[in-house]
């Protein structure tokens, strides 16, 4: 065994080496900027240097699985082997584009060696939900976890050995924390990434590769068009993260934060807010047999289908004296429900208009919210408001003046080739080409990018 865990170190050194085209930037590294402009030299180069290690990998795994198929090896020794096949398929997945149909090639490839490795060892990528989430804690908020708890967020999870000889156990590595944004068009979801985290001790191994991979992957499966990713500028990861976004082909743009933030210590004169929100009631001023069915009915008449459906039945999910509702409680005209994070963050998840869909009560249903935090001496909290209409914004800048928000940059995914796509066979073509034909295939497809 002695001999064989030596072999591997060479053969790791050999494949992914300082010379290698392989590149893992989780430690902080920096990568390019994404582009649009494709040298066909240099990237048929690059594919051709990585698609050399395949054959060489293919044995070293082949001998892997019979050693531990006998029991004569670890999980560990076999598990890098597969980690840099699969790290190998990403390089050729998003040296080019990942939602070409190469890159969905390329994926679908990577797919099928990470299958094989979890019918033949064990868990290597995995959806985090309720049941399995305690073993990613290490890498979650106490907010975030909640979210994955509840199902308001969903989340992929991956299982890694460290690099440790006395050390071999499975831990968890890294987790992507998403959602499914319909607010725009329901008809043209976008997956927004919320969170990414890999473990100190796993970094510079692909783990982020691995779980960008998988929903990208996910984009081809289910049809979606667009994954975006928003970094908070200034924060002490953004350029680490962003970069290993940036050469998965994220095209970034500056941007504010949507939402609205107002900190509850930062409102002074609460007379006006408390006009507004002495239209407005509590849900706990009605029993919780009455509380819970107006939100059910609510629920109901908006077709909604999220995650707020199951949390109705808990008790102490929404905060009943924040959360509030105007009209009649038999058929309000609006209703807010608020939660507070384990952080203390007051987020308001849902509301609703009732049939007259009037808009007016939102800003009422805000002002009530701010009023009565202010009243319970939430003062260090700060209220979430993912609300987008100009007369709510009009309304926080008259009462509130002082407001918080981020500057942030936001990537975005998506197939924009034009009629321009690349294949498997295309790329077949061109590794072989000779230079002038590259350099002709270089300006033919930059006429039509």
Same mark, same amino acid.
């Given at each position: ?6 072999? #591997? ?37 690059? %594919? ?12 070293? #795994? ?15 020794? #076999?598990?890098?082997?597969? =980690? ?79 690099? &440790? ?77 962003? &970069? ?6 994220? =095209? ?27 239209? *407005? ?48 409680? &038999? ?19 849902? %509301? ?29 909290? *700060? ?49 072989? *080409? ?16």
């Amino acid at each position: 065994m002695q001999n064989f865990d030596k072999e #591997i170190r060479e053969d790791a050194a050999l494949y992914l080496g300082e010379d290698s085209p392989i590149r893992n930037t989780e430690s902080g590294e920096e990568s390019e900027e994404p582009t649009l402009e494709i040298d066909f030299k240099e990237i048929s180069t690059t %594919i051709s240097q990585l698609r050399s290690y395949l054959p060489m990998l293919d044995d070293r #795994i082949s001998e892997c699985r019979e050693l531990f198929e006998t029991k004569d090896s670890s999980r560990k020794t #076999i598990e890098q082997f597969y =980690e840099y096949k699969m790290d190998i398929l990403y390089n050729l997945a998003y040296i080019i584009h990942p939602l070409t149909i190469y890159g969905r090639q390329c994926l679908e490839k990577a797919e099928a060696v990470r299958h094989d490795f979890e019918e033949l060892v064990g868990v290597y990528t995995t959806r985090v939900t309720a049941s399995n989430v305690d073993v990613f804690l290490p890498l979650l908020t106490a907010d975030m976890a909640e979210d994955i708890r509840t199902g308001r967020r969903e989340a992929l999870g991956a299982i890694r050995c460290k690099d &440790s000889k006395k050390d071999r156990r499975p831990y968890a590595a890294g987790i992507l924390a998403y959602y499914v944004d319909t607010a725009f068009s329901a008809e043209d979801p976008v997956l927004r990434i919320e969170w990414l985290f890999v473990h100190e001790d796993f970094r510079g191994r692909g783990v982020s590769d691995s779980l960008i991979a998988e929903l990208v992957y996910q984009m081809h499966v289910t049809g979606i068009e667009a994954t975006a990713v928003s970094l908070v500028v200034g924060d002490s990861w953004e350029p680490a993260i962003g &970069s290993v976004f940036a050469r998965w082909k994220f =095209e970034f743009e500056p941007q504010m934060d949507p939402d609205t933030y107002i900190r509850i210590g930062d409102l002074t004169d609460l007379t006006q807010i408390g006009e507004f929100a002495s239209h *407005a009631k509590p849900l706990s001023s009605m029993s919780a047999k009455e509380a819970g069915l107006l939100q059910t009915n609510a629920l109901i008449r908006d077709e909604y289908r999220g995650y707020i459906r199951n949390l109705t039945k808990d008790p102490d999910y929404f905060d009943m004296d924040l959360s509030c509702y105007v009209g009649k409680k &038999s058929n309000p005209d609006g209703l807010m429900l608020v939660h507070r994070t384990p952080s203390g963050m007051l987020r308001v998840e849902y %509301i609703s208009l009732g049939s007259s869909s009037d808009t007016k009560v939102i800003p009422i249903m805000a002002a009530f919210v701010l009023y009565t935090a202010h009243e319970k001496r939430y003062l260090d909290s *700060a209220v979430d408001f993912p609300i987008q209409m100009d007369e709510f914004g009009r309304l926080m800048e008259k009462i509130v003046p002082r407001q918080r928000g981020a500057f942030m940059v936001t990537g975005i995914l998506t197939a924009d080739f034009g009629s321009i796509d690349i294949d498997e066979k295309l790329v077949d073509g061109f590794t072989s *080409a000779s230079d002038e034909e590259l350099l002709e295939l270089t300006d033919f497809f930059q006429e039509g990018l």
